[in-house]
């Protein structure tokens, strides 16, 4: 499948600098009984992903007494993206970490998330997600060495640009759209008539800068944390994709845990899920006026509108299904058949 494959990209400079971080963390680990664990998060300590991390860290260590330790590195410090932080995690370079969209470069079927207009609301997609459907998706994360502790998330994606506003799928012809490295997302912004340019998150802000795209389309608190308001004009409310994230940690170092360090491991993870959760949810309706002060025009989509767009990118869900075959069918019509 076209752009659905493990890259494996060589990051010489990244490698080493974390081989040499976690050579320091095994020194420090044979120092007394406390097991240190690094946990790279690619956005800002301020995003809800780098909130959520401080309660996992505060709930592992005051569960264990201290004999797990978490250091988090935000901002990119271990990884400038989730692909990246993924393939650190899989190599044991990083112990533990979170990614979104890029997930589906090394887990074909997390695309089925990438579908637009998936989910009605949040609540089904945490229904979704966190039921046997979400589980069998990212089982096969094991063949990469990484283990599933729990689906966070990115939250509702919108698009900003510097051109126009979008009322109408029309709108989008011509728009250079800055998207994931997700051949579903390329496919996605073609049907909606934009030219969609596949992009390392780290380099977005320059290139919105510098003119070489004109647009792109995040969650609203990334696009708060990123300051994309000092390069963009114009914000979309669309809610054309939910983008849920998913917390792993290198399976190796998963399988020398004990079952008890596992179990709090897990229970941070869910602590962590349920605040990441609550600050989208909350702060999305914030961030649009705190956006707007910013100088930003912002257009909510009505619900006519937003279904010209539901039709124009229905044709994706036919080519997402005959590219990953299997039970993606099922699992598709399983989601859109919930009351």
């Known amino acids: 499948m076209r752009g659905i494959v493990f890259k494996k990209i060589c990051f010489l400079p990244l490698f080493i600098s974390m081989l040499f971080m976690s050579a320091c963390n ?3 680990n044979s120092e007394d009984d406390t097991i240190t664990l690094s946990f790279a998060n690619e956005l800002p300590g301020s995003h809800p992903w780098g909130q959520s991390a401080e309660e996992f860290k505060k709930i592992v260590e005051e569960e264990s007494d201290g004999n797990l ?19 650190g995690t899989g190599l044991g370079t990083i112990d533990i970490g979170i990614a979104s969209t ?22 089904e997609a945490w229904e979704v997600l966190d039921g046997e459907t979400g589980s069998k998706i990212v089982e096969d994360l094991e063949k990469q060495n990484l283990k599933h502790m729990a689906y966070w998330e990115d ?18 012809e011509s728009l250079r ?46 696009i708060e944390n990123s300051s994309f308001y000092d390069v963009q004009e114009y914000l979309t409310i669309t809610n054309h994709v939910y983008s849920p994230a998913t917390l792993f940690i290198n399976n190796e170092v998963w399988e020398d845990l004990t079952p008890e360090h ?5 229970k941070g993870a869910e602590a962590g899920r349920d605040l990441n959760r609550r600050l989208n949810e ?11 002060e910013r100088g930003m025009d912002v257009y909510t989509l009505s619900e006519e509108e937003m279904e010209d767009f539901q039709e124009v990118t229905l044709p994706v869900y036919e080519k997402l ?19």
Request: aromatic fraction near 6%.
């Open 177 to 222: 759209i800055r998207v994931p490295e997700s051949t579903l997302r390329m496919d996605t912004f073609e049907a909606l008539g934009s030219s969609p340019l596949p992009m390392s998150f780290s380099e977005v802000f320059t290139a919105l800068q510098q003119g070489t795209i004109d647009g792109q389309e995040n969650p609203l608190s990334v």
């Open 69 to 87: 330790k978490i250091v988090i590195h935000n901002g990119g410090s271990l990884g400038s993206s989730g692909y990246e932080i993924l393939e």
């Open 282 to 292: 909350e702060q999305d309706q914030t961030v649009i006026e705190k956006l707007k």
């Open 155 to 172: 939250g509702y994606r919108q698009v900003t640009n510097n051109i126009r506003q979008i009322h109408a799928p029309e709108d989008f």
């Open 26 to 28: 095994n020194d420090e």
């Open 321 to 339: 299904m005959e590219d990953l075959g299997g039970n993606s069918r099922e699992i598709i019509d399983s989601i859109l058949k919930r009351d």
């Open 102 to 123: 890029p997930v589906s470069q090394i887990l074909p079927k997390f695309e089925l998330f990438s579908l637009p207009y998936l989910f009605k609301n949040r609540e």
């Open 262 to 266: 596992q179990e709090i491991l897990i």
